[in-house]
């Protein structure tokens, strides 16, 4: 069975672009989160996706969001890209409950 | 509220050492799960294990094993003969497990890990 897959892999981006990164996961499940890891915040939950419907948020601005597709594959947007967004962002899918997730390796967007 | 804490920043071994993480955690909550990641230099996530939080009992893999103690909301992670490989940060996590008609209150909730380094 095929892992969690993101892309890309590696971003670099100028403040005030957007960006979508993208996570497909493993065949079968329907619940995607997202985490952003950063060495000041560490790792912090974003959102999670079940069945294209934002079941669970974290504490993010608005400016990041996310959406899921009918196959199950999630992306997600940040708009007018700050600095602080430089991070690795993780991706996750289970069947159903979170806590039985896998982890995708993740992109690294650096921001400019 | 949820909150995993990991005191060790950072331990730094020698190798065939024996090295022991500690993990605490706070939780209202009493149906929860409690995890460890590996993550090495690549950056991707490794589980490693999970328990919930009414089973107590340790459990050995190999070279790795868990002491889980509610009386004081631990975690603990213990390897033995530390390997060169084994360098990494290693997170432990809490989640708790409700859902509420719509409404998921299921996220995990990383401690701010450990890095471990082990010295050849």
């Known amino acids: 069975k095929a892992g969690v897959t993101q892309t890309p892999r590696y971003l670099i981006k100028t403040r005030g672009q957007q960006v979508t990164l993208s996570c497909s996961p493993i065949?079968?499940?329907?619940?995607v989160s997202w985490y952003q890891q950063t060495p000041g915040q560490g790792l912090q939950f974003l959102f999670e996706y079940f069945s294209e419907t934002q079941r669970n948020k974290g504490n993010f601005p608005g400016r990041f969001s996310g959406r899921q597709f009918s196959n199950s594959r999630s992306e997600m947007n940040v708009s007018t890209l700050e600095l602080g967004d430089s991070a690795l962002y993780l991706c996750?899918?289970?069947?159903?409950?979170?806590?039985?997730?896998?982890f995708g390796p993740g992109t690294r967007l650096t921001v400019t | 509220a949820q909150k995993v804490t990991q005191a060790q920043t950072e331990i730094s071994v020698v190798e065939k050492e024996d090295v022991t993480l500690d993990c605490v955690y706070e939780?209202?909550?009493?149906?929860?799960?409690l995890f460890w990641y590996k993550q090495p230099p690549s950056g991707e996530l490794v589980f490693l294990i999970r328990?919930?939080?009414?089973?107590?009992q340790n459990e050995i893999s190999g070279r790795y094993s868990w002491n889980f103690q509610k009386s004081t909301s631990s975690f603990n992670f213990t390897i033995t003969a530390s390997q060169v490989v084994d360098s990494a940060v290693y997170f432990c996590a809490l989640s708790e497990a409700r859902i509420s008609g719509k409404t998921s209150y299921d996220k995990v909730i990383f401690g701010p890990g450990t890095s471990l380094s082990v010295i050849p």
């Open positions: 939780t209202r909550d009493t149906t929860y799960y």
């Open positions: 328990r919930n939080s009414f089973d107590e």
């Open positions: 996750a899918s289970s069947a159903d409950r979170v806590y039985e997730q896998y």
């Open positions: 065949s079968g499940h329907r619940s």
